[in-house]
């Protein structure tokens, strides 16, 4: 039976790819088109982070005048919990208290992160097949050229790799951002381009159960073939990390920072029970270091090129932040220098 969910994500997961390669033919890097993608699509989806920071500011507003009201509630209805429940519904009606709605935009960004991701992860997964059907193509044929040369057929690999590659998938420290930012190889093993697992690249070998006999060429199929065509590439570039941790590092940092500029929206509780709001501060800031926690794997690793969107995305968030936290507050200032004004009149 198909999986419907399944076949929707990866329908969307393609999409995101071909546009990701649709800018990247643009401009020639993938880094680059990386970049100028996250900037897109941040902008496009800047309308729902303004919602949401509107939801949770109105909420927390109404959340301040709900606390001595469900205090001075509790009371009023003792034990019975029926009749605050009733009562309760009723005053979050009055305030214009809506968990559910601040809570969409935030399950919409949380669904967009996982399909962003399974985009990544399907254009690593072809750039990494394309690469290893060119660099198979470039061996190949200069080894049936060259009556069998090994030597003469890894150059031709080298060559052609440092021509159509090369400068292409780098981005200042990292060779390769394909692959992880930190101790992984810029190329990938066989084990690694095969595996869907954790830091495995997920592609399929097209050659696998290929093996044919074109005059004097023999291609050989599956791993064997890979680390026959790949070797030169791994001696030559497998000779360091890929990256130094920095875009993982980076991506936590701001994290961090930006978990603590949005002040998570905090439910009112019943009548001020210390209990249930300490239990509920305890549970807010594990979600609040959660996200930084999740990005911290995603960055280790997956490839560069998902860190880096995440780095982006996650500055760019920082920054609309910081300018939203600056309009607020000159928002609350006037609001507050109004209502004194109405109150002294």
Known sequence: MVDISSVMLSGVSDVVAKFIEWIYNGVGNYA??????TLILKVALSPLDVWQKIALRKNNKAMERLKPKL?????????????????????YK????????????????????????????????????????????????????TGGDVDASKQA???????????????????NIFMPDGWQ?????????????????GATDPYKDQASITGDRYENAGETGYNEVMLALQEKYNNRWNG???????????????????????????GGNEQTEAAMKANMKVMQYMMPVMMGVFALFYSAAFTLYMFISSLFTTVFQLVYNLVAKRKDKKEEEQRLINTYK
């Open 32 to 37: 680059v088109a990386v970049i100028l993608f």
């Open 71 to 91: 205090e001075k509630l509790q009371k009023q209805c003792g034990g019975n919990k029926e009749l605050y429940a009733q009562k309760q519904m009723q005053l």
């Open 94 to 145: 009055e305030e214009g208290y809506s968990m559910f709605g601040s809570c969409i935009p935030m399950i919409v960004t949380l669904v967009l992160f996982f399909v962003i991701f399974a985009g990544f992860r399907a254009e690593v997964k072809n750039v990494n097949v394309e690469m290893y059907s060119e660099m198979r193509e470039a061996y190949y044929s200069t080894y049936d050229a």
């Open 157 to 175: 690999v080298i060559e052609r790799f440092e021509k159509d590659y090369a400068s292409r998938i780098s981005f200042l420290w990292v060779n």
């Open 185 to 201: 190889d810029a190329i990938p093993a066989y084990d690694k381009f095969v595996s869907s697992g954790i830091g495995g690249v």
């Open 244 to 270: 130094f941790l920095i875009l993982p590092l980076l991506v936590v940092a701001l994290s961090v920072v930006s978990s603590k500029l949005n002040k998570p929206m905090q439910a009112p509780t019943a």
